[in-house]
């Protein structure tokens, strides 16, 4: 097991990623699971976060934790998540990117 190959408090280092997280979450989680499936981002992975934003962005962070064997427990993930939702979106796209997901944000294009 590994760990992220960013910290958690890190996400201010890229405030251009921070701000568009910050002003179209669910567009930008929506990307990051597109990526994590392998498959371009639609209507099918929009609406998932749209409704239920919290529960697909704490699925998405398990999942790229357990697809990398990164440390980690859904506790963990379920906390960070709730507590500091910003900083562990970022983590989670930063990571994606790093281990080269094509993860294209909505406010890019």
Request: hydrophobic residues 40%; aromatic residues 6%.
């Given at each position: 097991?590994?760990?992220?190959?960013?910290?958690?408090?890190d996400c201010f280092s890229d405030c251009?990623?921070?701000?568009k997280t910050m002003c179209c979450g669910p567009c930008q989680l929506a990307k990051a699971r597109?990526?994590?499936?392998?498959?371009?981002?639609?209507?099918g992975d929009l609406i998932p976060s749209l409704c239920c934003y919290m529960c697909?962005?704490?699925q998405t962070r398990s999942d790229v934790r357990q697809k990398y064997g990164i440390d980690g427990s859904i506790v963990t993930d379920c906390l960070f998540?709730?507590?500091?939702n910003l900083?562990?979106?970022?983590?989670?796209?930063?990571?994606?990117?790093?281990?080269?997901?094509?993860?294209?944000?909505c406010a890019d294009k």
């Open positions: 097991m590994s760990g992220w190959s960013n910290g958690l408090c251009g990623l921070c701000f597109a990526a994590l499936a392998g498959h371009e981002c639609g209507i697909c962005s704490m998540t709730l507590c500091l900083c562990s979106s970022v983590q989670v796209y930063r990571e994606l990117e790093g281990r080269g997901e094509p993860v294209v944000l």
